[in-house]
């Protein structure tokens, strides 16, 4: 060892005394650098590793609203689907009765028109008979003005209009 030692130029003071410098600035770096230095570097890591882990979490509530928006519009939209379907079956059902009501409205009036139809023309052949029986009685009193008297011209006028 000897040998190594004068080989190498190597004082042992020396070799101690920088040995105990080394420790001096190591211990001195270690407690107002290091230590420090560790501790806000560890407290970074830590605020990066939550910040990705809250990131993460948004990104997942992100994720889970997008999911829970469809489902809400795809139910919106089947509703609104349903609704529609819905009126469009009422209106025709409303359709329906409206052009039933209208029918029957239009039959009872086409049936109250023929009843007043038949009422005139019941009337009116009413009064054509009597007329025609009150002109047949005056051209048979004028062919034979002696041979009726009013109470047989009465008695034609109203055997003609029964007829």
């Not at 060892?1 to 080394?22: E, G, Y």
């Not at 209208?102 to 009413?126: P, S």
């Not at 008297?149 to 029964?162: T, V």
Request: net charge neutral; charged share 30%; hydrophobic share 50%.
């Amino acid at each position: 060892m000897d040998s190594i030692i004068s080989t190498f130029h190597l004082d042992l003071r020396l070799f101690i005394a920088q040995l105990f410098n080394f420790a001096v600035v190591f211990g001195v770096l270690y407690f107002f650098v290091f230590k420090p230095l560790l501790a806000v570097m560890t407290e970074r890591a830590h605020k990066i590793e939550q910040g990705l882990a809250d990131a993460q979490s948004s990104a997942d509530k992100l994720a889970k609203t997008h999911l829970e928006q469809a489902v809400i519009i795809k139910k919106a939209k089947e509703e609104a689907l349903l609704i529609i379907n819905k009126a469009v079956e009422q209106a025709e059902l409303r359709r329906a009765e409206m052009l039933a009501e209208t029918r029957a409205e239009l039959g009872v009036m086409i049936n109250q028109e023929k009843d007043k139809m038949q009422q005139e023309k019941a009337l009116v052949l009413t009064q054509i008979k009597a007329e025609l029986a009150t002109l047949i009685v005056k051209a048979i009193a004028k062919i034979m003005p002696d041979k009726l008297s009013a109470d047989d011209e009465k008695k034609l006028i109203e055997s003609l209009a029964k007829r």
